[in-house]
């Protein structure tokens, strides 16, 4: 079982910075890959980056393309997310995600264990 609590969401202004972490634990994070998804009200769940278990293969939504990095710290069990130059189209409560598979690693279906979320507000 692997159960994951996301941190450092916050209250930003348009164009700054925000980390988020997504703290791991279970005998399986090592091994899955993870992944950070995005929900604003309304819509539905969008991919946002995702890592593999390795951390030698990453992608990025192109929305965020450019602006963000994920990275994971598996002595620490945690992955972060590192958003830069924030719009207002941001805001939403971001997810973490793990799971086994890696192909289809933007699809919601990939991932096995989910996060809670922490609030993301971009003002401007």
């Known amino acids: 079982q692997v159960q994951l609590v996301e941190s450092g969401g916050g209250l930003v202004q348009a164009g700054g910075s925000l980390t988020l972490s997504c703290a791991a634990s279970g005998r399986t994070f090592s091994n899955y890959a993870m992944g950070w998804f995005r929900q604003a009200p309304g819509r539905e769940r969008e991919f946002v980056a995702a890592i593999d278990w390795s951390g030698s293969t990453i992608n990025y939504a192109d929305s965020v393309k450019g602006r963000s990095t994920i990275s994971r710290d598996k002595a620490k069990k945690t992955v972060y997310l590192q958003m830069n130059n924030l719009k207002p189209e941001d805001t939403a409560v971001y997810y973490c995600?793990?799971?086994?598979?890696?192909?289809?690693?933007?699809?919601?279906?990939?991932?096995?264990?989910w996060g809670q979320g922490t609030q993301v507000t971009v003002s401007s």
């Open positions: 995600a793990a799971g086994p598979g890696w192909l289809m690693f933007s699809s919601k279906t990939t991932y096995e264990y």
